[in-house]
């Protein structure tokens, strides 16, 4: 059973930014696509990104683009979301899910909550 867990969730000012980490024990992330999910209070999961397994492809909502980026790190066990230029909206947990496609989930982390707030 692949288990994920998120990092680097936090309190951060508008504008200001957080890099998230879903990593991987025992497995590598390889063989699966990663995507990123936010639920904010009262509102339904969205995807927020994903990259293939091959890492080739990236994928972004609108509301994220040229703000996030996605990539996968060399140890090949773990997946980041870079985030800046954080607004209040973004406020919500992040979860990482694994799947065989981008926004196909089979396994999810547990979140990590980011509050953006001055």
């Known amino acids: 059973q692949l288990q994920l867990v998120e990092s680097g969730g936090g309190l951060v000012q508008p504008g200001g930014s957080l890099r998230l980490s879903c990593a991987a024990s025992?497995?590598?992330?390889?063989?699966?696509?990663i995507t990123w999910f936010r639920q904010a209070p009262g509102k339904e999961r969205e995807g927020v990104s994903c990259v293939s397994s091959s890492g080739g492809r990236k994928t972004y909502a609108d509301s994220v683009k040229g703000r996030f980026t996605i990539s996968r790190g060399n140890t090949k066990n773990t997946v980041y979301l870079q985030m800046n230029s954080l607004k209040p909206e973004d406020t919500a947990v992040y979860y990482c899910?694994?799947?065989?496609?981008?926004?196909?989930?089979?396994?999810w982390g547990q979140g990590t909550q980011v509050t953006v707030s001055s």
């Open positions: 899910a694994a799947g065989y496609v981008c926004y196909d989930v089979v396994y």
């Open positions: 025992k497995f590598t992330l390889d063989y699966y696509a």
